[in-house]
């Protein structure tokens, strides 16, 4: 009876394994073991930005409030990070150097990362816990990463390609940075996992998370829910509701936040840093949003390119009947109203949508392939016929 028990229970494990990721339990333990050697990886090589300092005050500034000890406490955690570059590096800019040397501009700088709430408050649970704050934060980044891996196996079914595009760069960078995008980006990503999967609750539910990391989420959530209740998967007045919590979400990170308005937001970000942006806060204008807008030229120079043609060319060919067809175009019109809200094109920003043209691209080819083999399997089926 034992025996059959466990029999039953590998019977069952197999199964479970296959509906889920789609390859043997061998192949499974092989996937998951490089997704945390790559983990391991990124974690041990972070990216040296400067950013980690402030996202080190904004975890510190959630218990204290004290400019001279926040500015302390974010100090020792970066004098302790292992790094090939030293703070020297950009410490000759005015900027850098102020905001490193005076604690009160330092604390006005903070609202620019508390407002990734969700990520400072998942640093600071880590931090209570007792891991050091950017110990913590580089912990999350790498975890993220490996749950995009098995997000990505779980949605295509294909390890080899799986891990091909983990090893992308956009992707991979994931792991090294010291910032919110990992944890938005996964966020969003499982979420889309979960509406190419008929789980619409669980969809929005990950939608309205991912805007405590990033509130510009919020326009990613507002596009996807619009299309649930164009498309029924939702009932309006649910749908509707969901909308206002996005929306109240979004309102209470930047209360409790402390956030600076939008104008002060893309003056620091776009045009030029404010070192006493409560102090003395100035505003951008009309001509230096143009100015700003302008930068996305760049864009040619950066990956955003490549998936650009990626997602173009597979929609093209994906069948009519496929929701990737009509999900790669609401990220289209996401990454361009984010653009025009806030005209940065930073990768780390658009990885998720990298990862949805790589999903859809991975699932077309099997597509062709599965066409290939039913042709193959006709065509012998005629040949014995007539023989």
């Not at 570059?85 to 005076?102: L, T």
């Not at 508390?114 to 880590?126: F, M, P, S």
């Not at 505003?283 to 030229?297: C, E, K, Q």
């Not at 009519?320 to 806030?342: D, H, K, N």
Request: charged share 15%; hydrophobic share 55%.
């Amino acid at each position: 009876m034992q025996t059959g028990a466990r029999y039953v229970t590998i019977d069952r494990t197999v199964s479970l394994t296959y509906k889920w990721f789609g390859c043997s339990i061998f192949v499974l333990i092989v996937y998951i073991v490089c997704c945390m050697a790559l983990a391991v990886t990124t974690y041990l090589r972070p990216y040296p930005t400067f950013d980690r300092y402030m996202y080190a005050g904004a975890v510190a500034s959630l218990r204290y409030s004290d400019p001279v000890t926040i500015h302390r406490i974010a100090l020792a955690e970066l004098e302790t990070q292992i790094s090939p570059h030293r703070f020297d590096s950009v410490a000759s800019e005015p900027y850098f150097a102020d905001v490193h040397n005076n604690p009160n501009h330092f604390v006005q700088q903070l609202p620019f990362f508390r407002i990734k709430l969700g990520y400072v408050a998942a640093g600071y649970v880590l931090w209570r816990a007792g891991v050091p704050i950017l110990v913590a934060l580089r912990l999350i980044s790498a975890c993220c990463l490996f749950v995009i891996g098995l997000a990505v196996l779980a949605l295509v079914h294909d390890a080899v390609l799986s891990f091909v595009l983990l090893l992308t760069p956009p992707v991979l960078n994931l792991g090294r940075m010291v910032t919110a995008d990992p944890l938005s980006t996964t966020l969003i990503f499982v979420a889309l996992f979960a509406l190419v999967r008929g789980r619409n609750l669980l969809s929005a539910s990950l939608l309205l998370v991912s805007i405590l990391v990033r509130s510009d989420n919020l326009i990613l959530a507002m596009i996807l829910l619009a299309w649930m209740i164009w498309r029924r998967r939702i009932h309006l007045s649910f749908g509707v509701t969901l909308g206002a919590l996005a929306v109240f979400t979004a309102a209470c990170v930047n209360h409790f936040a402390d956030v600076y308005g939008w104008r002060v937001i893309m003056q620091h970000g776009f045009v030029k840093a404010e070192i006493e942006p409560i102090n003395h806060p100035v505003v951008i204008t009309f001509t230096a949003y143009l100015h700003a807008l302008g930068g996305v030229r760049m864009i040619a120079y950066s990956f955003m390119t490549i998936w650009i043609l990626v997602a173009a060319a597979v929609w093209e060919i994906l069948p009519r009947q496929s929701i990737f067809r009509e999900l790669l175009p609401l990220a289209g019109l996401c990454i361009m109203l984010r653009l025009v809200i806030f005209p940065s094109f930073d990768d780390r920003l658009c990885v998720w949508a990298y990862l949805l043209a790589g999903a859809a691209l991975i699932h077309r080819a099997q597509l062709g392939v599965c066409l290939e083999k039913l042709k193959q399997d006709c065509r012998r089926q005629i040949n014995q016929k007539a023989r």
